[in-house]
């Protein structure tokens, strides 16, 4: 059974960090890229990151360029985003999502991990 799990979301002040974490299983993702994602309450799904099977092909969102820092560790199967500088409107349930490069979106997805970022 492929799992995705998300961990490390938790409540934390403006201008505090956090690290999520998201661990696979079930399946080898070489290859894959993986991302992240988020959703607020009352708005739509939101690419965050996203990177590549060897660690290039990193992109992020306007909105957290400078801020959050994707990267991945193969031989543990797990992908992380480091978050910085964080502020209220980081608030969202975030989820990661393995798949190929071309369809990252239609791959698997984890659970989602929430973030709370409080003034």
């Known amino acids: 059974q492929v799992q995705l799990v998300e961990s490390g979301g938790g409540l934390v002040q403006a201008g505090g960090s956090l690290r999520l974490s998201c661990a696979t299983s079930?399946?080898?993702?070489?290859?894959?890229?993986m991302g992240w994602f988020r959703q607020a309450p009352g708005k739509g799904r939101e690419f965050v990151a996203r990177?590549?099977?060897?660690?290039?092909?990193?992109y992020y969102a306007d909105s957290v360029k400078g801020r959050f820092t994707i990267s991945r560790d193969n031989a543990k199967n797990t992908v992380y985003l480091q978050m910085n500088s964080l502020q209220p409107e980081d608030t969202a349930v975030y989820y990661c999502a393995a798949g190929p490069e071309e369809r990252l979106q239609g791959g698997y997805w984890g659970q989602g991990t929430q973030v709370t970022v409080s003034l």
């Open positions: 079930g399946r080898t993702f070489r290859g894959y890229d």
């Open positions: 990177i590549g099977w060897s660690g290039g092909r990193i």
